[in-house]
């Protein structure tokens, strides 16, 4: 029973490097009943980037479309094929919680004060704004490592990614047949297993300036990213809640020697702190 047409959406395809590669693949080595029934989406809430996707990929056959919108309000019917991210949920914005004298707080920056000449934002906690905080802390606690869990709320706090679950209820809703690939970086299991978060005062939230990796989120405002570590685990269960069902975590090398893409002498090019989320 094979679809008509199969998708292959792209939620913030970047400058449209992987659409590229994916697209030349198909092309080359697709059999041509499955390259003519692809129509390739891209989900992009950047202008800026959906011309640079648009350069990128304008000498491809194969028909691309764009929807100018945030992947967390995806609205699309009926989907048969597949939806594709790469690093995307950790490039939310998130809330920080922190748990303090036994109630829980959420992390908000004021205005620097007016005698500071460095312009340094001033952090304080307060009580969250939204009840989905809460309920992210909850599922959390009973889904991660406990200690882990604790760890974070009592120390730096706990990156609260609720975008990353009305983004899994969007992708559910839209999907009528198919899977869900996602490629990001973070912890596999109940508590990370590749990096030592306790040696980084932000622990979850890593800050990357125009010298690479570091700057001070309080003070660069504006000229800094900011992303956070994405937990394989916190994903599936939002997800299962909206009918989707993980199928595996991988690292990316053994996710292209499971498929039959590389071979064992490929697999050191890849990095071994990213995985697959399928």
């Known amino acids: 029973d094979r679809p008509s047409v199969f998708y292959i959406v792209e939620m913030g395809a970047g400058n449209g490097t992987m659409a590229k590669n994916i697209l030349a693949s198909l092309r080359a080595e697709g059999p ?4 003519s029934a692809v129509r390739y989406v891209i989900i992009e809430v950047s202008p800026e980037l959906a011309e640079r996707q648009k350069a990128t ?8 479309t764009w929807i100018q919108t945030s992947a967390v309000n995806i609205q699309l ?3 048969e ?23 829980l707080k959420e992390l908000y920056l004021t205005a620097p004060h007016p005698d500071d000449s460095s312009g340094r934002f001033i952090a304080v906690y307060d009580t969250p704004s939204c009840e989905a905080i809460y309920d992210y802390v909850r599922m959390f606690k009973r889904t991660m490592d406990r200690a882990y869990a604790k760890s974070l709320l009592d120390g730096p ?15 559910a809703k839209s999907l ?7 490629i990001d970086y973070g912890s596999k299991g109940s508590k990370p297993d590749w990096h030592s978060y306790q040696k980084s005062d932000r622990a979850s939230i890593r800050t990357y300036n125009a010298q690479g990796r570091g700057g001070d989120l309080l003070v660069d405002v504006g000229n800094i990213d900011i992303t956070s570590d994405v937990h394989a685990r ?15 975590v991988n690292s990316q090398d053994q996710f292209f020697r499971n498929v039959g893409c590389i071979g064992e002498s490929d697999a050191k090019q890849f990095p071994q702190n990213s995985s697959f989320f399928v």
């Open 81 to 103: 094929g597949v939806f594709v991210s790469n690093e995307l949920s950790s490039a939310f914005s998130v809330h920080v919680a922190k748990e303090r004298g036994g109630e």
């Open 77 to 79: 019917n009926d989907i």
């Open 57 to 64: 990929l304008a000498h491809e056959a194969l028909p691309v």
């Open 157 to 171: 706090g706990l990156p609260v990614n609720t975008a990353s679950i009305r983004w899994q209820e969007g992708i």
């Open 234 to 248: 916190m994903l599936s269960a939002h997800g299962s809640e909206f009918g989707l069902e993980l199928i595996g």
């Open 32 to 35: 041509q009943e499955f390259t």
């Open 176 to 182: 009528r047949r198919g899977y869900v690939i996602t």
